[in-house]
C-alpha cells in the first residue's frame, strides 16, 4: 500500500503546495477587500470568496490524507469520503448563498464554477474513495484529478472575485497624460 501511495509523492506535494500558497493569498485578497468593503459585498463575499478557501482547504486536507502512511487504504478512503459528502453539503450551501445574496446576479459561468464544478468534483472524490481499496490505481486518478479540478476552481474563483472587486469598487485611475 505504501508505495502506490509513495509513487504519487511528488503530485500531492506539488498540489499541497499550490494549495496552501494559494491559501494564504486568499487572506490577501480578503485584508484588500475590507479596507474597501461596503455593507452589500458581504453577502455576496460570502457566497463567492469563502467557498474558494474552502475548496483550496479541500485540496490541501486530499494530499494531507494521501500523504500519510497508511497500513492499508481503507482508513484513507474513509476519510476522502467524508471530505467528499461534506464538500457535496457545502455545494448545497454555496447554492443557497448564491440566489440568496442581492448585489449581483449570477451568469451560467458563476453557476458552473461555484456549484457544477464543485459538485462533480465532491461527487468523483466520494466514488473515488469507494473503490480507493479494491481498486487503487484508478481511485488515486480520480482523485488526483479532483485536487488539479480544485485547484483550477479556487483560481479561477478567486480572479473573478478580485476583478468584480477591482471593477466595481475601486476607483478608476486616470492617466494625466
Known sequence: MREILTAWGSFY????????????????????????RQRRIGE????????????FCAALLITAILSAPWPTLWGAGLLLGLVGLSGIAYVIVILRRLRRQASYKPVLEDWLWHTIFP??????????????????????????????L?????????????????????????DQD
Open 150 to 174: 480544485m485547484l483550477f476552481i479556487g483560481i479561477h474563483n478567486s480572479w473573478d472575485t478580485v476583478t468584480y472587486v477591482a471593477d466595481q469598487f475601486l476607483p478608476e485611475n486616470k
Open 119 to 148: 459538485f462533480v468534483s465532491y461527487t468523483a472524490l466520494v466514488i473515488a474513495a469507494l473503490i480507493l481499496p479494491s481498486q487503487p490505481e484508478p481511485a488515486l486518478f480520480i482523485v488526483g484529478a479532483v485536487t488539479v
Open 13 to 36: 506535494t506539488i498540489i499541497g503546495t499550490a494549495a496552501a500558497t494559494l491559501t494564504g493569498l486568499m487572506f490577501v485578497v480578503v485584508t484588500f477587500v475590507a479596507n474597501i
Open 44 to 55: 455576496s463575499f460570502a457566497a463567492f470568496a469563502t467557498p474558494t478557501v474552502v475548496h
